[in-house]
């Protein structure tokens, strides 16, 4: 069996929200706010949703779409309130290892606003080249937190 190269990639995403840090921080830790923005992409639907947000905490989303299906997996590592988390996830589609990540989110406070630097570094184990679409993705979910939060 003939498996293809691991292909390594990083990229780092800065999102400013007109929110402090505490108000930031709570999209990622509280489970009904991420549930509004950490969604598939259009006519992707959840199957399950579970989020232990704590040192040694575990995430995971599971969806389907038309064509396949999700899971994303991660654990929490570091966690410093209203100021940075890290976390490592795995990342299958339709049963298959497509990835696994290192993942830092970092909060800056700016006054009355925050300063958000994603970073993250990827193992692609599928042949996926390079991480393109995955930070496309994953800045179309930085962007839905500030219409989370002004809601």
């Given amino acids: 069996m003939s ?3 691991i292909a390594h990639d990083r990229f780092v995403i800065e999102r400013v929200y007109a929110f402090p840090c505490s108000e930031v921080f709570a999209a990622w830790s509280d489970p009904e706010v991420k549930a509004q ?3 598939g992409p259009s ?3 959840a199957v399950r949703r579970e989020l232990d947000f704590r ?3 575990e995430e995971v989303l599971h969806g389907r779409f038309a064509t396949g299906e999700t899971l994303f997996r991660a654990r929490y590592h570091h966690i410093e309130p209203d100021a940075r988390i890290v976390y490592d996830y795995d990342m299958w589609l339709s ?3 497509h990835s696994v990540s290192l993942a830092t989110v970092e ?4 006054g009355a606003k925050t300063q958000l630097i994603f970073t993250e570094q990827v193992a692609f184990l599928d042949g996926t080249a390079n991480a393109d679409a995955r ?5 179309a979910h930085l962007d839905r937190i500030a219409g989370v939060l002004q809601t």
Avoid: S
């Avoid at 909060?107 to 700016?110: K, T, V």
């Avoid at 930070?135 to 800045?139: C, L, S, Y």
């Fill in 3 to 5: 498996l293809p190269r």
């Fill in 37 to 39: 923005w950490f969604i």
């Fill in 43 to 45: 006519g992707w639907k």
């Fill in 55 to 57: 040192v040694g905490g």
């Fill in 95 to 97: 049963g298959k290892a």
């Fill in 107 to 110: 909060l800056i406070d700016r």
């Fill in 135 to 139: 930070k496309h993705g994953t800045a």
